[in-house]
Nanobody
Framework: QVQLTESGGGLVQAGGSLRLSCTASGSIFKVNVMGWYRQAPGLERESVAVMSSGGPTNYLDSVKGRFTISRDNAMNTVDLQMNSLKPEDTAVYYC?????????WGQGTQVTVSS
């Protein structure tokens, strides 16, 4: 059983920063993928940033240059540093862990950016 626990969401003004953190616990294989999705009201869930255990990263075009994903493989954590936040970044952010064909999700954390 794998569990993901998120923290770090909140309310921030446009141009501000937030850091999201996610810790995975349970039976975790070393070779895996961790990342963040987000879902805004009325919109589909979209992938924001992803990082494999080997290091390659991928970002949603609209967050490139503003968001940075990082991992600590030994601690099974993944963080998302979000800078220069915009109102359109407002969403519930979910961390996930993918091991083979199985995907595990965090409970979600709200990020609200005011204009």
């Amino acid at each position: 059983q794998v569990q993901l626990t998120e923290s770090g969401g909140g309310l921030v003004q446009a141009g501000g920063s937030l850091r999201l953190s996610c810790t995975a616990s349970g039976s975790i294989f070393k070779v895996n993928v961790m990342g963040w999705y987000r879902q805004a009201p009325g919109l589909e869930r979209e992938s924001v940033a992803v990082m494999s255990s080997g290091g390659p990263t991928n970002y949603l075009d609209s967050v490139k240059g503003r968001f940075t994903i990082s991992r600590d493989n030994a601690m099974n954590t993944v963080d998302l540093q979000m800078n220069s936040l915009k109102p359109e970044d407002t969403a519930v952010y979910y961390c996930y862990l993918r091991i083979g064909s199985s995907t595990f999700w965090g409970q979600g954390t709200q990020v609200t950016v005011s204009s």
